[in-house]
């Protein structure tokens, strides 16, 4: 596609259920990165792909949250049994090369809110 | 950890100012740093990006400066319009992650 999509553009769950947030990358592009981001603030990261593998998870906040890219394409976020807290834009990205000089393309997010 | 600070957090100004953003990080072995824009409810659009051995780049009416040793960035937008309100944000690239700023919530009034 031309950019990076993301589906669903807005998710409205309740308190402990299991939600899929997924990301479509810019064709070609190799390196794929997860950000969610809370109002007011500044994205915060939370994993990184190159490929199929997760090169970077750190961000990560607890076990509850999972993502995959099996074909090293599309990737989706997972999170289980979901908090107030995790109410955020989840926003994807991709990189034709990505890690050290790759510019970054965003997708316009996925607004999760966690009632 | 690499901490991004953005001076100021937001900004108003009259239509046709010249303004600078800041943005300074706490790590200076960085691979590259790029501006953002931001608009409400939308995702992030790449202005700028500049690679750790460049100084500065130029599209258009915005300029951005990298000073690397001294961990600093700016980004320069001349002649100002009211389209140019937005949040902008810079994310600065080491170890493999992107680690932004709070950003800069800019107001240009016509």
């Known amino acids: 596609g031309a950019g990076v999509s993301q589906t669903p553009s807005n998710k409205v769950t309740e308190k402990g259920k299991y939600v899929e947030l997924r990301c479509d990358p810019i064709?070609?592009?190799?390196?794929l990165y997860w950000y969610r981001q809370s109002l007011g603030q500044g994205p915060e990261f939370l994993i990184y792909?190159?490929?199929?593998?997760?090169?970077?998870d750190s961000g990560l906040p607890n076990d509850r949250f999972f993502a995959v890219r099996p074909e090293g394409s599309v990737s989706t976020l997972k999170i289980q049994r979901t908090e107030r807290g995790d109410s955020a834009v989840y926003l994807c990205?991709?990189?034709?090369?990505?890690?050290?000089?790759?510019?970054?393309?965003f997708g316009e997010g996925s607004r999760l809110t966690v009632l | 950890k690499q901490e991004v600070t953005q001076i100021p957090a937001a900004l108003s100004v009259p239509e046709g100012e010249n303004l600078v953003l800041n943005c300074s990080f706490t790590?200076?072995?960085?691979?590259?740093l790029q501006w953002f824009r931001q608009d409400p409810g939308k995702g992030l659009t790449s202005l700028l990006l500049i690679q750790s051995s460049q100084r500065e780049q130029t599209s258009g009416r915005l300029n951005a400066s990298l000073d690397k040793s001294s961990g600093r960035s700016t980004l320069y937008i001349a002649a100002s319009q009211p389209g140019d309100s937005a949040t902008y944000l810079c994310?600065?690239?080491?170890?493999?992650?992107?680690?932004f700023g709070a950003g800069t919530r800019l107001t240009v009034k016509p």
């Open positions: 994310a600065v690239n080491g170890n493999n992650d992107m680690r």
């Open positions: 990205a991709s990189s034709p090369l990505g890690g050290q000089t790759g510019e970054l393309f």
């Open positions: 792909f190159q490929g199929t593998g997760a090169a970077d």
């Open positions: 064709s070609g592009h190799t390196a």
């Open positions: 790590d200076s072995a960085i691979y590259n």
